[in-house]
């Protein structure tokens, strides 16, 4: 059974920074695309970021590039998102995700995964 397990999350003023990390156990996860997603309170699903199993590829959401940074670890099996210069709208539960894939398509970031973690609450307020 695919397990993802997020931690991180906190409270962090306007302009400070978190790191997120992302877990997984039950998969062959050198061969998994992992992303990340949040939702705010009342707003609709946002995919932010991923990265590919195949090359290290990244991607990333307008709204968090030159931000936030994923990267990850294959033999501790987990995927991290540091995020830097954070501003109140990013306050939302993120998600790591994986079993399928993201990218850019005409210039946007997409991604489409199926598995998902428990989420992580990330606040920034002052």
């Known amino acids: 059974q695919v397990q993802l397990v997020e931690s991180g999350g906190g409270l962090v003023q306007p302009g400070g920074s978190l790191r997120l990390s992302c877990t997984a156990s039950?998969?062959?996860?050198?061969?998994?695309?992992i992303g990340w997603f949040r939702q705010a309170p009342g707003k609709e699903r946002e995919g932010v970021s991923c990265i590919s199993h195949s090359d290290g590829s990244t991607y990333y959401a307008d709204s968090v590039k030159g931000r936030f940074t994923i990267s990850r670890d294959n033999g501790k099996k987990t995927v991290y998102l540091q995020m830097n210069s954070l501003k109140p709208e990013d306050t939302a539960v993120y998600y790591c995700a994986t079993d399928g894939g993201c990218g850019y398509y005409s210039g946007s970031f997409y991604s489409y995964l199926e598995v998902w973690g428990q989420g992580t609450l990330v606040t920034v307020s002052s």
């Open positions: 039950g998969l062959a996860f050198n061969y998994y695309t």
